[in-house]
């Protein structure tokens, strides 16, 4: 069955660089998502996005966020200038509509430390 | 405010016994999809059930199957001959037709299967 794969399984950064989360969404679906989770706490939607746009957005993510699809397969997260309080685990998904009754397929999962 | 609530953060059960997680959530509106996603050791977080809310008949696949009780706004799911590889962190979400189907997880259950 095919999955979604993300890369790297973790990550370790220092506070205040750049790091970029890597994910291959299932070949044919359309729609992309962004979760994380802050250990201890929920699952929290960051973004979604289809045909080269960001569909919606939450608060969660402000300015220091941005997704992108470089190619045909990839979709990223990048944080731009990484803070602490950033260290979660974070999950990308796929989805071959984006009607609310399409299931959503989820990687594995980055988890990202901020030293 | 849309909120998801599971108030067991962990459950146990006798493998081939029945257990029930609990989840309740909050909503103004009519049209959505409840779903449970169990989350193994192994990290990826999988679809185990969904339920349309304007369905009345609950979901059942194989050995899971919901309780959906519309009115209490309550969404548990039943485990029935419960198996050692049912042992994982379950996430009931919820997302509503004009949401961009954002999904809004729950704190998550951790199910252990004892031999």
């Known amino acids: 069955e095919p999955e979604v794969t993300q890369t790297p399984s973790h990550q370790v950064t220092q506070m205040g660089q750049e790091v970029i989360l890597r994910c291959v969404p299932i070949?044919?679906?359309?729609?992309f998502y962004w979760y994380r989770q802050i250990l201890g706490q929920k699952v929290e939607f960051l973004v979604s996005?289809?045909?080269?746009?960001?569909?919606?957005k939450s608060e969660i993510f402000d300015d220091q966020f941005s997704v992108e699809r470089p190619d045909g397969s990839n979709f990223t997260l990048k944080i731009r200038s990484t803070k602490l309080e950033d260290s979660a685990m974070y999950f990308c998904?796929?989805?071959?509509?984006?009607?609310?009754?399409?299931?959503?397929?989820f990687g594995d999962g980055t988890r990202l430390s901020i030293l | 405010a849309q909120t998801v609530t599971q108030s067991q953060p962990e459950m146990s059960v006798q493998e081939a016994e029945t257990v029930t997680l609990s989840c309740t959530y909050d909503?103004?509106?009519?049209?959505?999809?409840l779903f449970w996603y169990k989350q193994p050791p192994s990290r990826q977080m999988i679809l185990v059930i969904r339920?349309?809310?304007?369905?009345?008949q609950n979901a059942t696949e194989n050995r899971f199957s919901v309780n959906f009780q519309k009115a209490a706004k309550s969404f548990s799911l039943k485990i029935s001959d419960s198996q050692l590889g049912d042992a994982a962190m379950y996430f009931c979400?919820?997302?509503?037709?004009?949401?961009?189907?954002?999904?809004?997880f729950g704190e998550g259950t951790q199910l252990t299967v004892n031999p």
């Open positions: 998904a796929s989805s071959l509509q984006i009607l609310a009754a399409q299931p959503q397929h």
């Open positions: 070949s044919n679906h359309l729609y």
């Open positions: 996005f289809y045909n080269n746009e960001i569909s919606e």
């Open positions: 909503t103004s509106e009519s049209d959505y999809y």
């Open positions: 339920q349309e809310a304007y369905k009345q």
């Open positions: 979400a919820y997302t509503w037709e004009t949401s961009g189907s954002r999904l809004t």
